[in-house]
C-alpha cells in the first residue's frame, strides 16, 4: 500500500502526525503543491515566497513537487503511483477549509487529517455557554486544560522505489537572514532556551534585546511544533502565555472567517477612516520622522520581521495617528513578513486597532516617543536601524525635532501626535457603543 502525504505547513519530521500515522501504513510519497490562487485573496506575500523556496531546498527528503490546482494534482499524483490514501494535517484559514474539504468529499480514496500546528484545535474549546471565545484571558484559562501537550518523535517511513515526477517552482530568490528548516528551527530554540527564556518577563518588550523567541516564521511553516516548544518551555507561563496568543488567533479566524477583511466588531465598519496617501507611503518606507516607529519599518523591509512591541507601536501610528485603515497594515505586513500568519496577522491588527477580539480600547493610544524612551531607552534600536540618528546622544533621539534643527537626510514628523490623537479620539465617538 502507498500513502500521499501532503506537506503544506509542516515541513518537520518529528512530531509530524500526518506524516507518522502514513509511515505506519504502508509506503509514502511525500507531496508538495504550490496552488497560491486557492488561497484566495491573502495568497502569500514575497517574503512568504523566499521562505518557502528555501524551505523546500533545503528539506531533508525529496519531496514530489507540483503545481496547480490541489484536487487534479492529487487526482493526476493518485493515478500516477497506485496509492490508496492520502494523509495531511490540517490548515484552518477559509479558503483553505472550504478547498481541502472538496478534497476530502472528491478524492476517490481514503483521507485522513491531523492536527500538527496547534496545541488546541478551534472547535475543541468553548465558553459554557457553547459558543467561540472572543476574550483572550478565558481561553486561555480553559485551553490549558488540554495539556499536557506531548510531541512525539521522528517518523522513520519506507519510501517506493520511484517516485512520481517533480516540477520546478518559479519563486523569489532573495536572500533571508535566517537559518531555514527544521534544523535551523530547533537552534533558534535552543538559543532562546539559554538566553532568554529566563528573562523573558523583564525582556521581552525590550527590541534592542535579545529577548524573544523569534520562532514565529519556523511556527508558521511548521519547522517545528507548538507542542515541541511546550515541552522545552513549559515552565516560563508568561512566554506559553504568548504561544496561547496564536492558539487563540487560529480560535477566532476558524470561527469568524470573515475577519480577515472585515472587522469582528461590526460598528467599526462605519468608522471614518482616511486614505493616507503619502502618508502611507512615508510609513511602509520609515519616513515618518518618529524614530521607533522608522525603526521598525526598515527592520521590516530589512529582516522580513519585526519585533513585537515595535509591532504593536507602528500599528498603533497607523491606525491611531494617520487615521490609515488596519486592512492597508495588514497588507504590508502580509507581503513584507517572512512570519506572515493569516490569523495572527489579523489578531494583532485588529487588537491594535480597536475593532477586534479582545481589543485594546480605540482610546488607548500609544505616544511614540513615550514608547521610544520605554522600551528602547538608549536609542540601540533606533541607531541599528535609522543610520541617520546614529549619530545623536540618547536625549535627543527619541524625538530628534526637538534639537530645533533638521538632522541631515531624516525628515520631520509627517503629523504632531498631540493633534492626532486628539482627531483620533473625536473619530472614535463617531462609532462607540
Not at 526637538?402 to 541631515?408: C, H, L, Q, R, V
Amino acid at each position: 500500500m502507498k500513502k500521499l502525504v501532503w506537506f503544506r505547513r509542516d515541513f518537520r519530521l518529528t512530531d509530524n502526525p500526518a506524516l507518522t500515522a502514513a509511515a505506519g501504513a504502508g509506503e509514502i510519497i511525500p507531496v508538495f503543491i504550490w496552488s497560491p490562487k486557492e488561497e484566495g485573496s491573502w495568497q502569500p506575500g514575497s517574503r512568504s515566497c523566499a521562505w518557502l523556496r528555501q524551505t523546500l531546498e533545503v528539506f531533508e527528503w525529496p519531496l514530489v513537487i507540483r503545481q496547480g490546482a490541489a484536487l487534479p494534482v492529487l487526482k493526476e499524483l493518485v493515478k500516477e503511483s497506485g496509492a490508496d490514501g492520502l494523509y495531511f494535517n490540517r490548515c484552518y484559514e477559509p479558503a483553505l477549509l472550504k478547498r481541502d474539504q472538496k478534497i476530502i468529499d472528491s478524492l476517490g480514496i481514503e483521507v485522513k487529517t491531523f492536527n500538527a500546528s496547534l496545541l488546541v484545535e478551534p472547535w475543541e474549546v468553548e465558553t459554557k455557554q457553547g459558543k467561540p471565545y472572543q476574550v483572550f484571558t478565558p481561553f486561555w484559562k480553559s485551553a490549558l486544560k488540554h495539556g499536557p501537550f506531548i510531541p512525539k518523535g521522528k517518523a522513520k517511513p519506507t519510501f517506493p522505489k520511484r517516485l512520481p515526477r517533480s516540477e520546478k517552482l518559479d519563486l523569489p530568490d532573495e536572500p533571508l537572514c535566517w537559518e531555514i528548516g527544521e534544523k535551523g528551527a530547533h537552534k533558534q530554540l535552543r538559543h532562546f532556551l539559554k538566553s532568554g527564556l529566563a528573562n523573558y518577563d523583564t525582556l521581552r518588550d525590550r527590541p534592542d534585546m535579545d529577548g524573544v523567541s523569534c520562532l514565529s516564521p519556523y511556527l508558521h511553516f511548521g519547522e517545528i511544533g507548538p507542542r515541541q516548544i511546550w515541552a522545552e518551555a513549559k515552565k516560563n507561563l508568561s512566554f506559553i502565555r504568548q504561544l496561547f496568543w496564536r492558539e487563540f488567533a487560529h480560535h477566532l479566524i476558524y470561527h469568524f472567517p470573515m475577519i480577515p477583511d472585515h472587522p469582528l466588531r461590526a460598528n467599526f465598519a462605519e468608522f471614518p477612516w482616511l486614505e493616507g496617501g503619502k502618508e502611507l507611503k512615508a510609513w511602509k518606507e520609515g519616513r515618518t520622522g518618529y524614530p521607533i516607529v522608522d525603526a521598525g519599518m526598515r527592520q521590516l523591509l530589512k529582516e522580513g520581521w519585526m519585533h513585537n512591541r515595535v509591532r504593536l507601536i507602528v500599528a498603533s501610528f497607523l491606525t491611531k495617528d494617520l487615521l490609515i485603515p488596519w486592512q492597508e497594515g495588514a497588507k504590508w505586513f502580509w507581503e513584507k513578513l517572512v512570519d506572515a500568519d493569516l490569523a495572527n496577522n489579523t489578531l494583532g491588527w485588529q487588537w491594535t486597532a480597536g475593532c477586534g477580539a479582545d481589543a485594546a480600547p480605540f482610546f488607548r493610544i500609544f505616544n511614540p516617543v513615550t514608547q521610544s524612551k520605554k522600551f528602547d531607552p538608549d536609542g540601540a534600536y533606533i541607531r541599528k536601524f535609522v543610520p541617520e540618528l546614529a549619530h545623536l546622544p540618547t536625549k535627543w533621539i527619541h524625538a530628534p525635532w526637538e534639537i530645533g534643527e533638521k538632522i541631515s537626510g531624516y525628515p520631520q514628523p509627517i503629523i504632531e501626535h498631540n493633534f492626532a490623537r486628539m482627531r483620533a479620539l473625536k473619530a472614535f465617538e463617531k462609532v462607540k457603543v
